[in-house]
C-alpha cells in the first residue's frame, strides 16, 4: 500500500491534462525523429542527438500504435509514476511504510515532477531509472544472504539503460560512492560495486566519445550561479514560500534522523542523491557550461525522502512525550501503539494533502499550452488557414522548420523556398538548405513570401550565424515590406510583399493571397501591416 497509492496518485496527476494541446519546441523533435524510419534515425544519430539515441528508438515503437501529442507524453507519466513507486520503496525498505508512503507522495505532487512527467522527453524515464538503480543498490548491499554476482548484476544493467538514456545520469555513480562510503560497507561490497559501476561506465564510453562531436548542441547553456542553485532548491523543495521554509527544515531534520552505526541509512542514500549529481554538474559547468536543471531531475527523490524523514523524527518525538504522560497496562498498550502508528500516517497523508491544495494552482497552470515557451500547433493552425498551398513560405532560421515537421498536414503544399533536401533525408533535425546565392535568385523572382521566424529574430541586434540565415534577413529587409504579422507565444509569422521600386517586371502587381483578418481572432492574434 505505501508503494502502490503514491504511484497511483502520480499516475492520476500525470493523465490530468495530458492532452493539453500542441507541441513545444523539444517535444516536437522527439515526435518528427521518432516518426522516421529506423534507418533514417539511425543516420540523424551520426550527425546529431546521439544522447538521445535510445530514446528515440524507444519512441520510435510507441508512435508506431498511433501518432499523437497524448502518446508522445505517455512514456513520461508511466516514468514518473514508476519512480514515486520507486522513492516509496526506498522510504519503506530504509525507514518504515509510513516513511515511504510520505516519500512517495510527496514526490508526486512535487510541480517539478509533474511538469516533466507530461514532456515528450526522457527525463521522467530517466528519473524512474535513477530511483531504480538506487534501490537496487540497497537491495544489493543488505542482501547479504545472496551470491554477489546475482546481487549486482540488475543494478548494473538498470543503472546502464538509464545513462544510454541520457548521459549525466552516470554521476549518479558519483552519489552512489558516497552512499557506500558513509555506510562503510566491507570491501567485497565496494568488489561487487565495483564491477557493475564498471560495467556500466564501460557500455556508456561509446557514447560519450561519439556524443563530445555534438557538443555544439549545449553551446546556448549558460555558467550556473546562485540564482541557478536557488532555482534548483526550488524546484525540488517546492516553489511557494508556504511550503518551501517547513519543507528544508523537515529535510534538515532528517539529515541528523539517526541511522544504523553500519549499514545504509536513509540520510546516507538520499542526502548525497540529493546533492552529489548538481553540485558535480554546476561545478563543471563553471568551465564548460553543461547544466541544466532538468539534467539533474532524478536527484530530486532525495529531497521527498529526507524530509519524509524529517516528519518520521517529529513523529516519533510527539508520540513519546504522550507516551510519557500516560501510564497504560499491558493489555491495551499494543492496541494503543498501533493506533497512534496508524494515526501519524494518516496526519502525514493530510500534511501532503495541505501541501498539494497549496500548490495546486502551479499543477493546473502547468497542464495548459501556455507554460511551454512556445505552442507550435497554434502557429500551425494559422498557417493552415492563412498560407495556400503554392505559397512561398521561409523559415528563419531554419530550425523552425519544426512547426511544419511536427504538423505537416498544415503546411502541406506550401513551397518551402530555402530546402534543399528534407530533414529525414538529409539525416538531420531541420533539413538541409540551398546556399546564399541561389537562395537570393529564389527570392529575387517573388513579389511575396511568408516568414516564420522566431522573435528575436525581429530585433535588429540579431546577426544570423551563417551566409544563408544572413541572406534571408538581407534580402526579406531591403527587398520586400510587411504587410501582415500573426503573433503566437515564440513563434511569429509574417506576409512580406515586394516593394514597388524593386518589383520584377513581370511579378503580380500585389500578392496572390491577403491576410483575412476576420479569420485570425484569438491567439495568435492578427495585426495588420501599412506597407
Not at 231 to 249: E, H, K, N, S, W
Not at 374 to 380: E, H
Request: proline share 7%; hydrophobic share 50%.
Amino acid at each position: 500500500m505505501a508503494v502502490l497509492v503514491p504511484a497511483v496518485t502520480m499516475l492520476t496527476l500525470g493523465l490530468w491534462g495530458l492532452d493539453r494541446g500542441g507541441m513545444w519546441r523539444d517535444e516536437a523533435v522527439t515526435f518528427q525523429v521518432a516518426r522516421r524510419s529506423m534507418a533514417q534515425i539511425w543516420h540523424l544519430l551520426g550527425s546529431v542527438d546521439a544522447v538521445h539515441g535510445l530514446y528515440y528508438l524507444l519512441m520510435h515503437l510507441v508512435l508506431a500504435v498511433r501518432p499523437g501529442e497524448v502518446l508522445l507524453r505517455l512514456p513520461s507519466v508511466f516514468g514518473a509514476a514508476v519512480a514515486a513507486g520507486l522513492v516509496a520503496a526506498l522510504g519503506t525498505r530504509l525507514c518504515r511504510p509510513r516513511v515511504g508512503l510520505w516519500a512517495g507522495l510527496l514526490y508526486a505532487i512535487t510541480p517539478m515532477v509533474g511538469h516533466y512527467a507530461q514532456e515528450g522527453r526522457s527525463y521522467a524515464l530517466v528519473a524512474a531509472g535513477g530511483a531504480g538503480a538506487t534501490l537496487l543498490l540497497v537491495r544489493a548491499v543488505q542482501g547479504s544472504s545472496t551470491p554477489t554476482g546475482v546481487r549486482w548484476w540488475p543494478y548494473g544493467v538498470v543503472l546502464a539503460a538509464t545513462c544510454l538514456l541520457h548521459e549525466f545520469a552516470v554521476l549518479v555513480l558519483l552519489a552512489h560512492a558516497c552512499t557506500l562510503a558513509l555506510a562503510r560497507v566491507p570491501w567485497r561490497v565496494w568488489r561487487g560495486w565495483l564491477c557493475a559501476a564498471g560495467a556500466a561506465v564501460a557500455v556508456l564510453l561509446p557514447l560519450v566519445l561519439f556524443s563530445r562531436g555534438q557538443a555544439a548542441q549545449v553551446a546556448w547553456l549558460a555558467v550556473p550561479d546562485g540564482s541557478s542553485v536557488e532555482g534548483l532548491v526550488r524546484q525540488f523543495a517546492g516553489p511557494d514560500q508556504v511550503v518551501l521554509g517547513p519543507y528544508l527544515v523537515l529535510m534538515a531534520l532528517g539529515v541528523r534522523a539517526r541511522g544504523p552505526q553500519r549499514g545504509v541509512s536513509l540520510a546516507g542514500v538520499a542526502l548525497p542523491l540529493l546533492v552529489v549529481p548538481p553540485m558535480v554538474l554546476m561545478g563543471v559547468s563553471q568551465f564548460r557550461p553543461l547544466y541544466d536543471d532538468r539534467y539533474v531531475l532524478y536527484a530530486l527523490a532525495g529531497a521527498p525522502l529526507l524530509a519524509a524523514a524529517g516528519a518520521e523524527r517529529v513523529a516519533g518525538a510527539v508520540g513519546r512525550l504522550r507516551a510519557g504522560g500516560t501510564r497504560r497496562d499491558s493489555r491495551v498498550r499494543a492496541p494503543y501503539a498501533l493506533s497512534r502508528r496508524v494515526g501519524a500516517a494518516l496526519l502525514g497523508v493530510l500534511a501532503v494533502c495541505g501541501v498539494l491544495v497549496v500548490q495546486f494552482p502551479l499543477l493546473r497552470a502547468d497542464r495548459s499550452a501556455a507554460n511551454r515557451p512556445d505552442d507550435l500547433a497554434a502557429m500551425s493552425a494559422v498557417v493552415g488557414r492563412e498560407v495556400r498551398p503554392g505559397d512561398p513560405v521561409l523559415f528563419l532560421p531554419s530550425l523552425e522548420r519544426r512547426s511544419a515537421l511536427a504538423y505537416p498536414a498544415d503546411f502541406r503544399g506550401i513551397r518551402d523556398v530555402a530546402l534543399k533536401v528534407p530533414a529525414a533525408a538529409d539525416g538531420t533535425l531541420y533539413g538541409r538548405e540551398v546556399g546564399a546565392g541561389e537562395l537570393r535568385r529564389r527570392l529575387g523572382r517573388l513579389a511575396y513570401v511568408w516568414v516564420v521566424s522566431e522573435p528575436y529574430v525581429l530585433r535588429s541586434s540579431w546577426t544570423p550565424w551563417n551566409s544563408t540565415e544572413r541572406a534571408k534577413l538581407a534580402v526579406v529587409n531591403k527587398g520586400f515590406v510587411t504587410r501582415a504579422e500573426y503573433v503566437s507565444r515564440g513563434v511569429t509569422l509574417r506576409l512580406y510583399v515586394r516593394r514597388a521600386e524593386s518589383r520584377p517586371a513581370s511579378a503580380p502587381t500585389r500578392p496572390a493571397v491577403t491576410p483575412r483578418s476576420s479569420r485570425s481572432s484569438g491567439n495568435p492574434h492578427f495585426r495588420p501591416r501599412t506597407p
